[in-house]
């Protein structure tokens, strides 16, 4: 039987499968969705070698998919030539040539008319394309993060960063201008990117992260990974991302100190891919450090409290509606707290400081009664407002054809 569905390109900065860190649980669901109305030709990188063998999973969902090899290291290095003009270093890390020669004749080839781009850099690859929708999903404003990480570091990284938030910005905006929407993951990431394109105007949407409750559902029967008798406080993520590193090393350095002064032989797990030197430098008697995990749940499931002491944070965080899901108490920094359907001292602690921080932590592990009802409260408000399907549609309505379809969505938005 032939397949009716209409083709569409789809590029993704790292490879959507295994859904196992934040952008890839994001990129992936939005893979699935395309796949259920479209013929997906996929355009991804592989950054980690342990990638490599998922490139044939994806098949599954794709008509086509060119995933070319991305060395980190040398992609840094070359990213640099950007200094000498006025692009933004993340552009060339993302640049090549290959990509962009299957790109231009997979769309003539495949006669594709409609195109998602997901993560900034990605948008490159649009421009020269006539398309009839290009959809450029942002998720977070990248350019204000570097402008953050530039408040935070010695010069010369403090110049680096802030140009490169300045360059950045310069990009997004222009990708915007040239594409039909752009996707932010919450309402406040969309406001600050109005007010720093304005000319983007009515394209710019907001499609909220969500989460699997069915596969991160508590009471599946994990057995506990953690030694009996010791208080567990977890936090999950990759491990070799920035701001997830600077939240370990604040929590373990600044506040489970406290904690553990006052509550006695609390141990803090850092449970997540690639733990960085840093990382890695916290283990000992009151830090367990794991690396990658084959399944993160058990460790969900069985830990007293979750935390995530996000000081850098741009839009809800994955980590935190995963362990809410498993009708986890989370305590997180205002950061993340932004835009998250759920209510401090109902569904979750919010806390800025480390004092405020460890008393909710304190209080938390010292009610086992109140950490039970907000896990199963915080399991509630995923359920109500955070399924993928429901966040998803908007790609269904965005991508509509016919003059009918696309007059609505512009009077809509």
Known sequence: ????????????????????????????????????????????????????????????????????????????????????????LSLPYYRDARLAEWVRTTVNRERIAQAVAFSGPM????????????????????????????????WPLSWL??????????????????????????????????RAAPEAGDGIRVMQNGV???????????DSPYPAGRPVVLFTGA???????????????????????????????IVGMNPAPAVLDLAGEAVTVTGTVPDVRPYLAHADVVVAPLRIARGIQNKVLEAMAMAR????????????????????VVAEGEEAFANGVVRLLGDGLWRQHMGQLARDCVLKN??????????DELLATGAAAAGHIHQAA
């Open 1 to 88: 039987m032939t397949d009716v569905r209409p083709p569409i390109l789809y590029l993704v900065h790292r490879i959507p499968y295994p859904p196992n860190k934040g952008d890839k649980v994001r990129s992936f669901n939005i893979l699935r969705q395309l796949a259920r109305h479209h013929r997906v030709f996929l355009g991804t990188f592989v950054d980690h070698p342990d990638d490599r063998v998922h490139v044939e999973r994806l098949k599954a969902w794709c008509e086509d998919v060119c995933a070319i090899e991305l060395n980190p290291r040398l992609k840094r290095v070359a990213s640099l030539s950007a200094l000498l003009g006025s692009e933004a």
């Open 123 to 154: 948008a490159q690859y649009l421009a020269p394309l006539r398309l009839e929708r290009a959809i450029v999903d942002f998720c977070d404003v990248d350019s204000a993060k570097w402008s953050q990480y530039a408040a935070d570091r010695p």
């Open 161 to 194: 960063y802030r140009r490169e938030g300045a360059r950045l910005l310069a990009f997004e905006r222009a990708a915007a201008s040239r594409a039909d929407s752009s996707l932010f993951v919450t309402e406040a990431e969309a406001d600050l990117f109005r």
């Open 212 to 222: 699997d409750a069915d596969y991160f559902a508590p009471g599946a029967g994990f």
């Open 239 to 269: 491990m070799d991302y920035w701001p997830n590193i600077d939240a370990v090393s604040w929590f373990a350095k600044d506040i489970l100190p406290s904690i553990r002064a006052r509550l006695g032989d609390v141990r803090f797990w």
């Open 329 to 348: 108490p989370v305590v997180l920094s205002a950061a993340p707290a932004v835009g998250l359907a759920a209510q401090d001292g109902r569904e979750c």
């Open 386 to 395: 955070y399924s993928w399907q429901a966040h998803l549609g908007l790609l």
